[in-house]
């Protein structure tokens, strides 16, 4: 199963890759996305540190994409029935892929903002600070009821 040389395990990365892009829908959004924030990249004067935060922002989200699809496919291949555990497992997967997403467009307010509009790093603070405070407590507001539901139905299963 492992790799006996350098090309094959790089071979096997790229096959991984690959296979990621082609069954996963919002890793070819997230790749595009990352491409054209990139591109866009190009065309202003965006110094060295602003040019890494986003550079480091899109692979980030690539990679939280393809840690869910792996997690996904873990999961599919090993549980063939549903079950509210997994669920909750493929959740908080999807949700390290929401959470990165959030991160990279604040880093990208900052640094478009700055470039494109003159913006004062103050707006992305803003931003920043709602999708970290608020973010969370929205959400559990909001879903809290289907939440409890779950947990309730994991106990009665583990029991």
């Known amino acids: ?13 790229i096959d ?9 829908r919002n890793l070819r959004i997230h790749f595009l996305i990352g491409f054209f924030v990139l591109l866009l990249s190009i065309f202003l004067p965006i110094d060295k540190n602003d040019f890494i935060w986003l550079f480091f922002s899109v692979f980030f989200v690539i ?19 549903y079950h509210p555990v997994v669920k909750i497992i493929k959740d908080i997967s999807s949700g390290i892929v929401l959470w990165s997403s959030l991160f990279s467009v604040v880093v990208g307010i900052a640094i478009f903002g700055h470039y494109l509009f003159s913006w004062n790093v103050t707006y992305a ?5 709602i999708v970290l405070s608020f973010f969370p407590l929205i959400t559990i507001f909001l879903g809290y009821k289907r ?13």
Request: avoid cysteine; charge should be negative; charged fraction near 20%.
């Open 125 to 129: 603070k803003f931003i920043g600070v």
């Open 16 to 24: 991984g890759i690959i296979f990621s892009i082609i069954q996963e």
């Open 1 to 13: 199963m492992g790799s006996s040389n350098l090309k094959e395990s790089f071979t096997h990365a």
């Open 147 to 159: 939440w409890k539901k779950l947990l309730e139905n994991n106990n009665k299963n583990n029991k």
């Open 63 to 81: 990679l939280s994409e393809l840690i869910n699809t792996l997690i996904e496919n873990l999961l599919d291949f090993f549980i063939y029935e």
